[in-house]
């Protein structure tokens, strides 16, 4: 009866030795890649402990978390300054634009303010030279003026004239000279008329001259 149990013992032990032998050996990183075990005692869990140890700073998986969000705020920093920056460029195009169309308002101004004056210089050259007309106009009509007043004067001797020498010609020489002379000697009759000749010709002579 005592060989019986010392029996099944050994054909327990070596069933137990063919299970060990059909299980496939595996290393120790294998092991903490595959199982995500946790220590009874404390409660960590071994897998994050272990990434601990590679990664200091944190797990893989908060680095590439951080390195998103750090991206991100570098991304909408970026965004900011460009924004800001196109911005700026248009105001800057604006006040270049304003001064630009100020420039050319001030130039149109200019250039009708110019247009004025030479339409005034233009008038007042018309109007000089309706002056020097007008001047040289009324010097003629003084030179006239004064010309007309020695012909109206001429023209009252010569109708004197006119006169005395029809009377001597429809009445003769010797009565009308006997009729002007006062009453005397001869010779004071003869020189009077010839005085009378001489001025009467002389007056004839400086009209026909005028």
């Given at each position: 009866?005592?060989?019986?149990?010392?029996?099944?013992?050994q054909k327990?032990?070596?069933?137990?030795?063919?299970?060990?032998?059909?299980?496939?050996?595996?290393?120790m990183?294998?092991q903490?890649?595959?199982?995500?075990?946790?220590?009874p005692?404390s409660?960590?869990?071994l897998?994050?402990?272990?990434?601990?140890?590679?990664?200091?700073?944190?797990t893989a998986?908060?680095?590439?978390?951080?390195?998103?969000?750090?991206?991100?705020?570098?991304?909408?920093?970026?965004?900011?300054?460009?924004?800001?920056?196109?911005?700026?460029?248009?105001?800057?195009?604006?006040h270049?634009?304003t001064?630009?169309?100020?420039?050319v308002?001030?130039?149109?101004?200019?250039?009708?303010?110019?247009?004025?004056?030479?339409?005034?210089?233009e008038?007042?050259?018309?109007?000089?030279?309706?002056?020097?007309?007008?001047?040289?106009?009324?010097?003629s009509?003084?030179?006239v003026?004064?010309?007309?007043?020695?012909?109206?004067?001429?023209?009252?001797?010569?109708?004197?004239?006119v006169?005395?020498?029809?009377?001597?010609?429809?009445?003769?020489?010797t009565?009308?000279?006997?009729?002007q002379?006062?009453?005397?000697?001869?010779?004071?009759d003869?020189a009077?008329a010839?005085?009378s000749?001489?001025k009467?010709?002389?007056?004839?002579?400086?009209?026909?001259?005028?």
């Amino acid at each position: 009866m005592q060989a019986e149990p010392q029996h099944d013992a050994q054909k327990r032990q070596r069933r137990t030795g063919n299970l060990a032998e059909g299980v496939p050996k595996t290393s120790m990183s294998s092991q903490t890649q595959g199982i995500h075990a946790t220590s009874p005692d404390s409660s960590i869990d071994l897998c994050d402990y272990a990434a601990s140890e590679v990664f200091p700073h944190g797990t893989a998986s908060s680095l590439a978390s951080r390195a998103t969000q750090e991206g991100v705020a570098v991304s909408v920093q970026v965004h900011e300054d460009v924004v800001s920056e196109v911005t700026r460029l248009r105001e800057s195009f604006d006040h270049v634009q304003t001064a630009l169309d100020q420039s050319v308002t001030e130039r149109k101004q200019l250039r009708e303010i110019l247009d004025q004056v030479q339409r005034a210089r233009e008038q007042s050259r018309t109007e000089l030279a309706q002056l020097r007309e007008q001047m040289n106009r009324l010097s003629s009509i003084d030179s006239v003026g004064k010309r007309l007043r020695k012909v109206e004067y001429n023209l009252f001797r010569l109708d004197g004239q006119v006169e005395l020498l029809t009377k001597m010609h429809s009445t003769g020489k010797t009565s009308l000279l006997q009729a002007q002379a006062p009453s005397g000697p001869r010779d004071k009759d003869h020189a009077m008329a010839s005085a009378s000749q001489r001025k009467t010709l002389g007056v004839c002579e400086t009209c026909a001259e005028d």
